[in-house]
């Protein structure tokens, strides 16, 4: 966690945050240098193109042999590249909406408690009101965390788990920062290319 906050510090985003990327994991250095020797020549440019590995001097090498980005962070492939949450947003947002939800939940059981249907839970008519606004807060903090989880920003390290499985067994991470209108045909070249894991953002 202090390796992640001390790399927010020490980095700026790049320019391509609001644009969308496509990535596959590579098992050979073959596989990943006819990938990128394929989105060259398509005509993408060097500045999109991003590799990374668990070894960042494999990375290296290979972002040499191509020009290209050796920025790819095996423990969250997409930060820095895609505009995902990675500081804690998403968390954020669970909480908040499970904490309204709980609220919401806890008026309606206290009002329910005045109600016929307020009744239904079997408690002594003394502990009724108590016993209603504990079980609709209960429901209600987990239907919002639902929907906090559901509705809320993404986290970047969920978006990219394929990549940060793939890296940790040992291959290669390739992004393609390109519009979402080029990602059908991005896709089938690194593929052919024999890429696995393909991740769409």
């Not at 496509?22 to 500045?47: F, K, N, P």
């Not at 919401?104 to 009744?119: D, E, M, Q, R």
């Not at 239904?120 to 016993?131: E, K, N, R, T």
């Amino acid at each position: 966690m202090s390796e992640l906050i001390r790399r927010d510090s020490s980095q700026t985003p790049h320019s391509t945050l609001s644009e969308g990327v496509i990535a596959c994991i590579y098992r050979s250095e073959d596989t990943l240098d006819a990938a990128a020797a394929q989105l060259l020549a398509l005509g993408v440019g060097a500045d999109a193109l991003h590799v990374g590995a668990v070894d960042p001097q494999r990375a290296q090498a290979a972002a040499q042999r191509h020009g290209i980005h050796a920025d790819v962070h095996p423990d969250d492939p997409l930060a820095d590249i895609v505009s995902l949450d990675r500081n804690g947003n998403a968390r954020d947002a669970i909480d908040r909406c499970g904490m309204i939800g709980g609220l919401v939940g806890t008026c309606s059981g206290i009002a329910l408690s005045f109600t016929p249907a307020g009744a239904l839970i079997p408690v002594p008519h003394a502990a009724l009101l108590l016993a209603n606004a504990g079980f609709y807060f209960v429901i209600g903090a987990v239907v919002g965390s639902v929907l906090g989880a559901a509705l809320g920003p993404q986290a970047s390290t969920h978006a990219g788990f394929r990549l940060i499985d793939g890296m940790q067994e040992g291959a290669y991470a390739l992004i393609v920062v390109a519009p979402h209108n080029r990602h059908d045909e991005l896709q089938k070249v690194l593929e052919a290319a024999g890429g696995t894991g393909t991740t769409r953002v």
